[in-house]
Structure formats: structure tokens, C-alpha cells
């Protein structure tokens, strides 16, 4: 079993840019095989996907990120990263990665989640 830890959270202004990693909790586990999602949830709200990349490259986004976030892989690390910039308030939630062998931004309800990262966009 694959457990992943994210990273790279923080406090950012709005307009501002925070890039989030996602790698394999043990160094031995590669996420090459896999399809890495991020999710996101927001006090009160329900979890959201917000982007996956599937093993071949290929990526997918939610409608509300319009061209403000890039996922990205690093294979050479095993990392994936979440690029996102010009942030606004509404990004402010918990950032979740998850992997699964297929891109699936509609949810994974049976997904064992991580603890995330915490991203807050204030001024």
C-alpha cells in the first residue's frame, strides 16, 4: 500500500503563487505507475478534485482552476507537483495527493487519506 505525504502548503496573498509536492511516504515506492490527484477541501465544504496527472503525462483539471494551476511530474524524483498562482481567497482548503491507477476528479470515496497541506490565501 502506497501511502503519499504533501507538502508545501502556506500563507500567500491573493494574486500570490505556492507550489505543493506530493511524493511517497516511503522513499522505496515509486509513483510512476499511478495516476496522482489533487484534491482540496475548504472548511465546511466537501472534498474537491482539482487536478490528476495520469503515468503517460497526461493531464486533467477542474473547471474552477482556469489556468492558474500545472501539475507536473518529476519522475526522476518521484515527486508530483502542484503548480499554483494567482491565487484567490476561494483556494484557501486543505490540499490533499492521492494516486490510483486512473484519473478520477469526480472523488475517491474510498481513498485512505493523508493529513494534506494547508493552503490560506489571505491579505
Known amino acids: 500500500q502506497v501511502h503519499l505525504v504533501e507538502s508545501g502548503g502556506g500563507l500567500v496573498q491573493p494574486g500570490g503563487s505556492l507550489r505543493l509536492s506530493c511524493a511517497a511516504a516511503?522513499?522505496?515506492?515509486?509513483?510512476?505507475?499511478?495516476?496522482i490527484h489533487w484534491f482540496r477541501q475548504a472548511p465546511g465544504k466537501e472534498r474537491e478534485g482539482v487536478s490528476c496527472?495520469?503515468?503517460?503525462?497526461?493531464?486533467h483539471y477542474a473547471k474552477f482552476v482556469k489556468g492558474r494551476f500545472t501539475i507536473a511530474r518529476d519522475r526522476s524524483k518521484s515527486l508530483v507537483y502542484l503548480q499554483m498562482n494567482n491565487l484567490e481567497y476561494e483556494d484557501t482548503a486543505v490540499y490533499f495527493c492521492?494516486?490510483?491507477?486512473?484519473?478520477?476528479?469526480?472523488?475517491?470515496?474510498?481513498?485512505?487519506w493523508g493529513q494534506g497541506t494547508q493552503v490560506t490565501v489571505s491579505s
Open positions: 492521492a494516486h490510483e491507477f486512473f484519473c478520477s476528479l469526480g472523488g475517491l470515496p474510498s481513498y485512505d
Open positions: 516511503n522513499s522505496g515506492d515509486s509513483l510512476d505507475h499511478y495516476a
Open positions: 496527472i495520469t503515468n503517460r503525462g497526461y493531464e
